[in-house]
């Protein structure tokens, strides 16, 4: 996930995390910036190496988060155990160990940092386990007016205690190159040039020749995650039950959908704490997700520094009980001969101003100029148009199903 920036600025009542206050506007200055510790942290009752993320607030003209490297970090239970986590490149751990979260047992998220400084949670336990009964796909048309599917999710718990959902999905799909080609630009010393090759540009050291591809360049497949905080509650229904629920929508002339699509829905319970912080954040800001770059100010998490109240500490440790289910489906298989998605970007035969150049920095691929009956020199077409693997890899997953 991304990692928040930090300005202080909001209202006090949302530093005790009021949800009744309103929120007054804010001064959008750097002069107080604090470098505040972020904590993303949950665990679930999954058998697995579990994973927690620490970085550092970032103001708002810096890039990105700074990874907070070389901390020690544990998970202590209420029976004295010592769950061990070690970090595996900046600022992620995993722990050393899998393991997956138990009922009846409550769990503390403990971390030292590099300067000494050290930060403890507040108890968490597991809460109840709600299934996913199933994923589907629908063909709509959304609040907005534009058509497309949306993805809709039911699930039921019949203890009725779990009552607070978070969701995440992560979908993945087949992308074809339009203008592959089975030939490819390839750059070699004027001393190796193959007898009879074809050569498109030459310089005093460097002769640019076209040869057969040896890698899979027409069939890819990308993945994207969800950004948004997605959540709901069931308290106030006589079921612990969801029916119909939309995790996410998709335009139906976004190029993802083209061919085949899969998404992996989670479905995450969670306390009634946890759900007033992330609904508390959603409303704050129009977060693209949980630990976004536009967070507007602080209010209280459930971690906090052991040497000083004053300290901000931002994120939520939670613990987790996961379901999950995939789907997949075709467009055909909604949209029956009817008019496909334009691709990611427009494929138009191109000249560039040097060739040998674009092609060695990787912009442009080899295109046939008779597939548009231009002039023999509009040999070259934008990569990602004839070669899939600028937006995908060319592996298929492990889980993909054709």
């Known amino acids: 996930m991304e990692h928040p920036k930090f300005i202080k600025g909001i209202c006090a009542t949302m530093v005790i995390l009021s949800l009744a206050g309103c929120i007054e506007p804010f001064d959008a200055t750097i002069e107080e910036f604090e470098s505040a510790l972020v904590i993303d942290a949950f665990i679930t009752d999954e058998l697995k190496d579990q994973q927690i993320v620490l970085s550092r607030a970032y103001r708002f003209e810096q890039d990105s988060a700074a990874a907070e490297t070389n901390a020690q970090v544990k998970i202590v239970t209420n029976d004295n155990r010592t769950l061990n986590f070690s970090e595996v490149s900046p600022g992620k751990y995993m722990s050393d160990a899998p393991f997956k979260a138990e009922p009846n047992t409550a769990y503390t998220l403990s971390v030292q940092t590099n300067n000494g400084r050290s930060y403890t949670s507040n108890p968490a336990q597991l809460q109840s386990e709600a299934k996913i009964d199933s994923v589907y796909a629908v063909r709509t048309t959304n609040e907005f007016g534009e ?24 979908e993945t799909y087949r992308v074809i190159a339009p203008r592959w080609n089975p030939m490819e630009f390839k750059i070699v010393n004027n001393n190796n040039v193959p007898a009879g090759a074809i050569t498109h540009a030459i310089t005093d050291t460097e002769t640019l020749i076209r040869v057969p591809r040896t890698e899979e360049a027409r069939v890819c497949y990308g993945s994207d995650h969800s950004r948004n905080i997605i959540i709901t509650r069931t308290d106030d229904s006589e079921e612990d039950r969801l029916v119909r629920f939309n995790v996410h929508f998709i335009n139906r002339n976004n190029y993802i959908l083209t061919h085949r699509y899969s998404i992996l829905v989670r479905q995450f319970t969670m306390s009634e704490k946890a ?51 995939r789907i997949f489906f075709d467009y055909e298989d909604f949209f029956h001969n009817e008019r496909k998605p334009s691709y990611a970007i427009p494929c138009k035969p191109i000249k560039p101003l040097t060739l040998m150049e674009s092609v060695r920095l990787g912009h442009v691929t080899y295109n046939d100029p008779s597939a548009y009956g231009e002039e023999p020199e509009f040999i070259a077409i934008e990569r990602a148009c004839g070669d899939c693997r600028v937006l995908g890899s060319n592996v298929a997953p492990s889980f993909w199903v054709d």
């Open 147 to 170: 058509e497309g599917m949306a993805i809709f999710l039911d699930s039921f718990d019949p203890s009725g205690t779990s009552r607070f959902y978070r969701f995440e999905y992560e």
């Open 275 to 325: 759900y007033n912080y992330y609904e508390t954040l959603k409303e704050l800001s129009s977060l693209e997700s949980v630990f976004s770059e536009n967070q507007p100010g602080y209010f209280e998490g459930n971690v906090f520094s052991d040497l000083s109240q004053a300290e901000h500490v931002l994120g939520y440790f939670d613990v987790s009980s996961i379901s999950e289910k």
